[in-house]
């Protein structure tokens, strides 16, 4: 489990290094002491978890969550209990006090074990998506997946980008992601979703990125984290 740990104080940073020691499963890939390095070390390193304060530098554990494109597993970590209620409104996974106590740490790194046995376990049944129902203006027609090179968002829609005509499907682009085979589809960024069968080509892009080259000639600019994930995938 690759954790990242981000807080301003450098004491409770090392305090939280030492408590993670007893687990052997456990990686802390990195620290952060203020939002805008929190938001760029979890698009550089992609951690499972982020061990988060509240009150850092530059904003709130709030604000990195709202920046953050696809967030990892939320555990806060902070002084105060006036949050708590927005914490798990936002999904967090457990809530820590300061001084935080080995035995509440173990049970908040149950509870990310077990999300992620419950994510597996729910995906795996699933059966890929391979057809959709589709119109555009007088024209009904049945698309292969297969044969859609990209899909684009476009708020709780989804644009089919065909080389005859690019029709809006009533479903968000996370939902569909999630009905797609992930062998075939990528998610490039925030707002696009890539069929690798059409890729001809990768070039580097700023920053770190890279861009995706598509048969018929469209370019498609992956994120920053998409793009580590990308190459993570094509290693070896």
Not at 6 to 21: H, K, V
Not at 152 to 180: I, M, Q, V
Not at 198 to 223: D, H, K, N, Q, Y
Request: net charge negative.
């Amino acid at each position: 489990m690759k954790v990242l740990i981000a807080d301003d104080e450098r004491l409770a940073r090392a305090e939280l290094r030492r408590l993670l020691t007893a687990f052997p499963e456990v990686e802390v890939v990195g620290e952060a002491n203020h939002v805008d390095e929190t938001c760029e070390r979890v698009e550089a390193l992609a951690p499972d978890l982020l061990l988060l304060d509240i009150q850092m530098p530059g904003g709130t554990g709030f604000d990195v969550l709202d920046r953050l494109e696809a967030p990892p597993d939320v555990v806060f970590t902070t002084a105060h209990d006036a949050h708590a209620l927005r914490a798990f409104q936002v999904n967090a996974l457990d809530y820590l006090l300061k001084p935080i106590e080995a035995a509440r740490l173990a049970e908040a790194l149950e509870r990310v074990r077990q999300r992620g046995r419950t994510q597996r376990a729910v995906g795996a049944p699933v059966t890929p998506l391979e057809r959709v129902f589709v119109r555009d203006g007088e024209r009904c027609w049945l698309v292969a997946l297969s044969q859609v090179p990209l899909f684009s968002s476009e708020g709780n829609y989804a644009r089919l980008h065909l080389p005859d005509a690019e029709p809006l499907l009533a479903r968000s682009l996370n939902h569909l992601e999630e009905r797609l085979d992930p062998a075939r589809f990528f998610r490039a960024s925030r707002q696009h979703l890539i069929n690798l069968d059409f890729v001809e080509a990768l070039e580097p892009g700023p920053g770190g990125t890279l861009i995706a080259r598509l048969r018929g000639g469209r370019e498609v600019e992956m994120s920053r984290r998409q793009s580590q994930r990308f190459r993570e995938r094509l290693s070896p």
